[in-house]
């Protein structure tokens, strides 16, 4: 079968499965409504994901009524639902059952108290049951020279025989229990969270949890039911910024150290703490101890109970993107990846790299495609657009998915489709990717894109000849747990670095992990086998420390004349202590130079590209080039490449491939393959490749049988539909919105003040007693409108006021956008002038305060902070609609302009760069199809006729203008939108912040003929 034929059909199982928040009452018929949605858009499954505002309970009967309507529905359209396994996260307390077993299975640690003593005791030691250690020392507990351990049963006995100089410090450790809760965790996280370092506790997490999903869902476990999704687990939750030090600590992990090291951990908590002489090689041990038990006891068990089910293990782990945080938090993500079936990541906000945490995506991705590669696993899972704001789109999702698929990732996870907005919800890490979106229907050649595109790098194998020794043991022996945030974390800067420079060559990599070299690790000549992958050079990183397997293995392959090259500053230790066993190695090695040094970029190119042997390089210093990603996998006698770029540019790339056969375009959204214009010289390929903001390129090199040379167009037509001001025709999909999210609190009849709805209900919280209270908003309109209705949330919990007079509320109200908004029409509309809208209602917690909205066939204008409601425009000029009276609308508008065409064209194409958030064109009113990403064009040639023709543009926009932030003056800066930047009220300002939505400029009519 061609390849061709094999992007015909679409597959469910490389479409998109994204995160499915299962947050409200689970109703089993809403729930076939939305996969039905889902299945609409080319979505090939869902991930089942319990998430703040569920009220159905957990694992309930009602619960796994809704899982099974959920997998059966999935079945009927051949789709597939993921179990998650935890409600909400991290997960392993089983939704509250395992930590309820026990302090035995909880999670502990050892924390650290420092208590000055001025030659005494000092004050006198609170719970001294709970200290597991105890320290003397002087006054420098910081790299400290003289410490001494003492029995805490022994005080201030032995304390009285020590020297003077070692009375100055006590140090105690106290051993506490997880008791942590995070404002938008589900309410299990108040009993604590469990020890993922003890195999008792990932076995009574499966019997709670997995087993009891397999015992409801029969027989479709392991069919339509594929996999289970693990999320954040760590073995350290706490103390991330307050001033203390803590240690993760279990009975597990001393009995393990002891085990390896041969010594007690308690002898070396105070040099893992606080450092010392010893400290590297004691911090060495104490992580790779942890790494070791969290990968064993948790993953690989998890991971081995889902093998014999026939079922996927996937998910991802906390913080995995900086090695500096893994360390601290969950050790070595590589052997999580190792045990996993789908190794998962998770890439969070709007941009590809997130400021906030110093992090790298492009580490953080090649973590997990690296063990795919080596290990023959066939899915690299990414739980992706968490927090990208209400205003990412279509275009945005493509935009990152594309460069996470060039790096080796190809299942995605969209974070999220909300099953409800209702209150809060509409804040958690928004956007909902779903049915409440105004582009949604327009999404299936997203839906499309994804299924062919996961189908395109998933065959064959990904083509590299360059391992980079990843360095994480160094970060554990450098690891000072007190340190948080870490600043100037030199190696981690230098690591990124080394990933930017290879991947900006377009020299792919992957990392090779120690534990795993050393147990799958062989040299085939002058070839390192690692798993099933061979590399003919391997790169030394910038590091301190490596495993006496790693050197003894780079040495034999070195010897073998394998390509070996280090980066400055060299290591220094073997297993964390001191060495000169490096000078021989380093001498067989090429250095790459110092990591800082200016020309340590082009050392990479020059020295580390022609041992790679690359396929694929694209020339030019144009900067934007360093941008581009490059994926190469070889399928029998076929190359396929997939290249994207992190840019939102447009820029013209030369791009050389060193491949035989001829260059076919797969166009991943039709699955049409067609000629690539290109040249060749000394056997290479160039081909003129264009990219732009979400624009990629899937190119398969056919060999054998040669393709015609497509056919060079010429312009014959060109003509300017419409610019930027133009007034045009227009209609609205739907009703405008004009919102009501500031009023005045009463509260027992006393007014607390003007404030936003957000503030009202932290105002009435703070009141407490349940008091009778109303709010009071109003909108002044210039217009009388005839027909209006109120838009809220629970119109059951409140009485309305209009003007005065009661609102009745229908017994089943109409649902716009979601479910959860509610329509109320308004008896006689809305007059001219101020209208006064109340709701009472007697507080009580779980009673949540909304923004509201009017509705109707009118026009929302917002000057500063104040809003009014006016006539709609009678033409709509091209521009934002924000200033047009479509201030807060969430809909779709179609434009209707006229084209002109007196002669003949082989190809006729519609361009439209400038728009917000997509478009479905249609032609003398045939549907011809959508514009939704670069390059902003569509050929129309089957629709269009001689004379004139009228071109509709459908321009959907997205929600944010709708749900906001609209009074966020920070929003911009944030990389990743969650629930706790909304409640942050310095950045608050008093005028509305809305985002440009629409159609923003030029459509223009081309016509080519083909040069013959």
Same mark, same amino acid.
């Given at each position: 079968?061609?390849?061709?034929?094999?992007?015909?059909?679409?597959?469910?199982?490389?479409?998109?499965?994204?995160?499915?928040?299962?947050?409200?009452?689970?109703?089993?018929?809403?729930?076939?409504?939305?996969?039905?949605?889902?299945?609409?858009?080319?979505?090939?499954?869902?991930?089942?994901?319990?998430?703040?505002?569920?009220?159905?309970?957990?694992?309930?009967?009602?619960?796994?009524?809704?899982?099974?309507?959920?997998?059966?529905?999935?079945?009927?359209?051949?789709?597939?639902?993921?179990?998650?396994?935890?409600?909400?996260?991290?997960?392993?307390?089983?939704?509250?059952?395992?930590?309820?077993?026990?302090?035995?299975?909880?999670?502990?640690?050892?924390?650290?108290?420092?208590?000055?003593?001025?030659?005494?005791?000092?004050?006198?030691?609170?719970?001294?049951?709970?200290?597991?250690?105890?320290?003397?020392?002087?006054?420098?507990?910081?790299?400290?020279?003289?410490?001494?351990?003492?029995?805490?049963?022994?005080?201030?006995?032995?304390?009285?025989?020590?020297?003077?100089?070692?009375?100055?410090?006590?140090?105690?450790?106290?051993?506490?229990?997880?008791?942590?809760?995070?404002?938008?965790?589900?309410?299990?996280?108040?009993?604590?969270?469990?020890?993922?370092?003890?195999?008792?506790?990932?076995?009574?997490?499966?019997?709670?949890?997995?087993?009891?999903?397999?015992?409801?869902?029969?027989?479709?476990?392991?069919?339509?039911?594929?996999?289970?999704?693990?999320?954040?687990?760590?073995?350290?939750?706490?103390?991330?910024?307050?001033?203390?030090?803590?240690?993760?600590?279990?009975?597990?992990?001393?009995?393990?150290?002891?085990?390896?090291?041969?010594?007690?951990?308690?002898?070396?908590?105070?040099?893992?703490?606080?450092?010392?002489?010893?400290?590297?090689?004691?911090?060495?041990?104490?992580?790779?101890?942890?790494?070791?038990?969290?990968?064993?006891?948790?993953?690989?068990?998890?991971?081995?109970?889902?093998?014999?089910?026939?079922?996927?293990?996937?998910?991802?782990?906390?913080?995995?993107?900086?090695?500096?945080?893994?360390?601290?938090?969950?050790?070595?993500?590589?052997?999580?990846?190792?045990?996993?079936?789908?190794?998962?990541?998770?890439?969070?906000?709007?941009?590809?790299?997130?400021?906030?945490?110093?992090?790298?995506?492009?580490?953080?991705?090649?973590?997990?495609?690296?063990?795919?590669?080596?290990?023959?696993?066939?899915?690299?899972?990414?739980?992706?657009?968490?927090?990208?704001?209400?205003?990412?789109?279509?275009?945005?999702?493509?935009?990152?998915?594309?460069?996470?698929?060039?790096?080796?990732?190809?299942?995605?996870?969209?974070?999220?489709?909300?099953?409800?907005?209702?209150?809060?919800?509409?804040?958690?890490? !928004?956007? *909902? %990717?779903?049915?409440?979106?105004?582009?949604?229907?327009?999404? +299936?050649?997203?839906? @499309?894109?994804?299924? $062919? /595109?996961?189908?395109?790098?998933?065959?064959?194998?990904?083509?590299?000849?360059?391992?980079?020794?990843?360095?994480?043991?160094?970060?554990?022996?450098?690891?000072?747990?007190?340190?948080?945030?870490?600043?100037?974390?030199?190696?981690?800067?230098?690591?990124?670095?080394?990933?930017?420079?290879?991947?900006?060559?377009?020299?792919?990599?992957?990392?090779?992990?120690?534990?795993?070299?050393?147990?799958?690790?062989?040299?085939?000549?002058?070839?390192?086998?690692?798993?099933?992958?061979?590399?003919?050079?391997?790169?030394? !990183?910038? *590091? %301190?420390?490596?495993?006496?397997?790693?050197?003894?293995?780079? +040495?034999?392959?070195? @010897?073998?004349?394998? $390509? /070996?090259?280090?980066?400055?500053?060299?290591?220094?230790?073997?297993?964390?202590?001191?060495?000169?066993?490096?000078?021989?190695?380093?001498?067989?090695?090429?250095?790459?130079?110092?990591?800082?040094?200016?020309?340590?970029?082009?050392?990479?190119?020059?020295?580390?590209?022609?041992?790679?042997?690359?396929?694929?390089?694209?020339?030019?210093?144009?900067?934007?080039?360093?941008?581009?990603?490059?994926?190469?996998?070889?399928?029998?006698?076929?190359?396929?490449?997939?290249?994207?770029?992190?840019?939102?540019?447009?820029?013209?790339? *030369?791009?050389?491939?060193?491949?035989?056969?001829?260059?076919?375009?797969?166009?991943?959204?039709?699955?049409?393959?067609?000629?690539?214009?290109?040249?060749?010289?000394?056997?290479?390929?160039?081909?003129?490749?264009?990219?732009?903001?979400?624009?990629?390129?899937?190119?398969?090199?056919?060999?054998?049988?040669?393709?015609?040379?497509?056919?060079?167009?010429?312009?014959?037509?060109?003509?300017?539909?419409?610019?930027?001001?133009?007034?045009?025709?227009?209609?609205?999909?739907?009703?405008?919105?004009?919102?009501?999210?500031?009023?005045?609190?009463?509260?027992?009849?006393?007014?607390?003040?003007?404030?936003?709805?957000?503030?009202?209900?932290?105002?009435?919280?703070?009141?407490?007693?349940?008091?009778?209270?109303?709010?009071?908003?109003?909108?002044?309109?210039?217009?009388?409108?005839?027909?209006?209705?109120?838009?809220?949330?629970?119109?059951?919990?409140?009485?309305?006021?209009?003007?005065?007079?009661?609102?009745?509320?229908?017994?089943?109200?109409?649902?716009?956008?979601?479910?959860?908004?509610?329509?109320?029409?308004?008896?006689?509309?809305?007059?001219?002038?101020?209208?006064?809208?109340?709701?009472?209602?007697?507080?009580?917690?779980?009673?949540?305060?909304?923004?509201?909205?009017?509705?109707?066939?009118?026009?929302?204008?917002?000057?500063?902070?104040?809003?009014?409601?006016?006539?709609?425009?009678?033409?709509?000029?091209?521009?934002?609609?924000?200033?047009?009276?479509?201030?807060?609308?969430?809909?779709?508008?179609?434009?209707?302009?006229?084209?002109?065409?007196?002669?003949?064209?082989?190809?006729?194409?519609?361009?439209?760069?400038?728009?917000?958030?997509?478009?479905?064109?249609?032609?003398?009113?045939?549907?011809?199809?959508?514009?939704?990403?670069?390059?902003?064009?569509?050929?129309?040639?089957?629709?269009?006729?001689?004379?004139?023709?009228?071109?509709?543009?459908?321009?959907?926009?997205?929600?944010?203008?709708?749900?906001?932030?609209?009074?966020?003056?920070?929003?911009?800066?944030?990389?990743?939108?969650?629930?706790?930047?909304?409640?942050?009220?310095?950045?608050?300002?008093?005028?509305?912040?809305?985002?440009?939505?629409?159609?923003?400029?030029?459509?223009?009519?081309?016509?080519?003929?083909?040069?013959?």
């Amino acid at each position: 079968m061609s390849l061709a034929d094999e992007l015909r059909t679409l597959r469910p199982e490389y479409m998109a499965a994204p995160f499915w928040f299962w947050n409200d009452v689970m109703d089993p018929k809403e729930v076939r409504r939305q996969i039905a949605e889902m299945a609409g858009q080319n979505i090939g499954g869902f991930f089942m994901h319990a998430r703040m505002g569920r009220v159905t309970p957990y694992m309930s009967q009602e619960w796994m009524t809704a899982v099974k309507a959920a997998v059966d529905e999935a079945r009927q359209r051949g789709m597939f639902a993921w179990i998650y396994d935890e409600d909400g996260w991290p997960s392993g307390f089983g939704g509250g059952a395992v930590n309820a077993l026990g302090e035995e299975y909880l999670q502990q640690y050892a924390t650290a108290e420092i208590i000055p003593c001025d030659g005494s005791l000092g004050p006198k030691l609170e719970r001294p049951k709970h200290i597991i250690a105890a320290y003397a020392t002087g006054k420098k507990v910081n790299g400290f020279d003289d410490c001494h351990r003492l029995d805490p049963n022994d005080l201030p006995g032995s304390w009285s025989r020590l020297p003077p100089t070692c009375r100055e410090r006590l140090v105690v450790f106290r051993r506490e229990l997880h008791n942590y809760r995070r404002h938008f965790s589900p309410e299990a996280w108040a009993d604590g969270y469990v020890d993922v370092l003890n195999p008792k506790v990932t076995r009574a997490f499966i019997q709670s949890i997995y087993e009891a999903y397999r015992h409801e869902i029969g027989r479709e476990f392991g069919k339509n039911v594929p996999g289970v999704f693990t999320d954040e687990p760590s073995y350290h939750e706490l103390g991330w910024s307050e001033p203390v030090v803590r240690l993760p600590m279990s009975p597990v992990l001393e009995r393990e150290f002891e085990k390896r090291y041969g010594a007690p951990l308690l002898d070396n908590l105070m040099t893992i703490a606080f450092g010392g002489p010893d400290a590297i090689r004691a911090r060495w041990c104490f992580y790779s101890c942890l790494a070791h038990l969290f990968s064993q006891n948790y993953t690989r068990i998890l991971a081995e109970w889902c093998e014999r089910h026939k079922m996927i293990f996937t998910g991802h782990y906390l913080l995995e993107e900086h090695p500096r945080c893994a360390t601290h938090v969950i050790g070595d993500p590589m052997l999580h990846y190792y045990h996993q079936q789908y190794p998962g990541i998770d890439h969070l906000g709007k941009d590809l790299d997130l400021k906030d945490f110093w992090s790298s995506a492009r580490v953080l991705v090649k973590q997990a495609s690296s063990i795919a590669h080596q290990f023959n696993k066939a899915r690299v899972m990414c739980e992706t657009f968490a927090g990208g704001g209400w205003h990412f789109g279509i275009r945005e999702q493509k935009w990152m998915a594309d460069w996470q698929y060039a790096m080796g990732l190809n299942l995605v996870c969209q974070h999220a489709f909300h099953y409800s907005l209702r209150g809060f919800r509409k804040r958690d890490y !928004p956007p *909902s %990717l779903s049915f409440q979106q105004p582009w949604w229907s327009f999404s +299936r050649n997203l839906g @499309a894109h994804f299924a $062919r /595109l996961g189908y395109l790098v998933t065959r064959g194998r990904r083509v590299v000849n360059v391992l980079v020794m990843h360095p994480i043991e160094s970060f554990f022996a450098t690891h000072e747990p007190g340190g948080y945030p870490w600043p100037n974390d030199l190696m981690n800067e230098a690591l990124k670095k080394l990933v930017e420079y290879l991947l900006a060559h377009q020299i792919d990599f992957d990392f090779g992990n120690e534990v795993l070299l050393k147990r799958h690790g062989q040299l085939r000549g002058a070839s390192l086998k690692l798993g099933s992958a061979a590399y003919d050079a391997v790169i030394i !990183p910038h *590091s %301190l420390t490596w495993r006496k397997s790693t050197v003894a293995m780079l +040495r034999k392959f070195a @010897a073998s004349g394998g $390509r /070996l090259y280090f980066v400055e500053p060299a290591p220094t230790h073997i297993e964390g202590e001191p060495t000169e066993a490096y000078g021989s190695l380093l001498d067989e090695a090429m250095s790459l130079g110092h990591w800082q040094a200016p020309e340590f970029r082009q050392c990479i190119a020059d020295l580390v590209g022609p041992a790679a042997r690359r396929a694929c390089r694209v020339l030019g210093n144009d900067p934007h080039n360093q941008d581009i990603m490059v994926m190469h996998r070889r399928a029998e006698e076929q190359d396929i490449f997939f290249l994207a770029s992190a840019a939102k540019t447009a820029h013209t790339a *030369s791009v050389v491939f060193d491949v035989p056969g001829t260059p076919m375009l797969v166009d991943t959204v039709s699955g049409h393959i067609s000629p690539a214009p290109h040249t060749r010289e000394n056997g290479e390929c160039r081909i003129e490749l264009p990219f732009d903001f979400a624009k990629s390129h899937a190119i398969c090199f056919r060999r054998g049988r040669r393709a015609s040379v497509p056919a060079t167009e010429v312009q014959v037509f060109q003509q300017t539909l419409c610019r930027k001001g133009d007034l045009l025709p227009y209609q609205m999909d739907r009703d405008n919105a004009f919102i009501l999210d500031t009023g005045e609190l009463f509260i027992d009849g006393r007014s607390a003040g003007i404030m936003s709805t957000l503030n009202a209900e932290q105002a009435l919280a703070r009141h407490g007693n349940a008091p009778q209270a109303f709010m009071r908003f109003t909108a002044t309109s210039e217009t009388k409108v005839a027909s209006a209705e109120l838009l809220l949330e629970t119109p059951e919990s409140f009485e309305i006021r209009m003007d005065g007079r009661n609102v009745p509320v229908p017994t089943q109200p109409a649902w716009f956008i979601d479910p959860c908004l509610r329509r109320i029409p308004i008896p006689g509309g809305l007059k001219a002038g101020v209208n006064t809208v109340e709701i009472h209602f007697r507080w009580q917690p779980g009673l949540e305060i909304e923004p509201m909205y009017l509705l109707g066939r009118f026009g929302a204008y917002v000057e500063h902070d104040k809003c009014r409601i006016a006539p709609l425009p009678k033409k709509l000029a091209v521009g934002s609609w924000h200033d047009q009276g479509l201030a807060f609308y969430a809909g779709i508008t179609t434009y209707t302009l006229d084209a002109y065409v007196d002669l003949t064209a082989d190809r006729w194409e519609l361009r439209c760069p400038e728009f917000h958030s997509a478009i479905r064109v249609t032609v003398n009113g045939v549907d011809a199809g959508h514009i939704l990403w670069a390059p902003y064009t569509l050929d129309i040639t089957a629709h269009l006729r001689r004379g004139r023709n009228q071109i509709g543009l459908q321009v959907a926009n997205c929600l944010r203008n709708f749900l906001g932030p609209h009074h966020m003056g920070n929003e911009d800066e944030i990389d990743c939108l969650g629930p706790h930047n909304f409640f942050n009220t310095r950045h608050r300002v008093p005028e509305y912040r809305l985002k440009p939505a629409g159609l923003l400029g030029e459509v223009v009519l081309t016509g080519y003929r083909t040069d013959r």
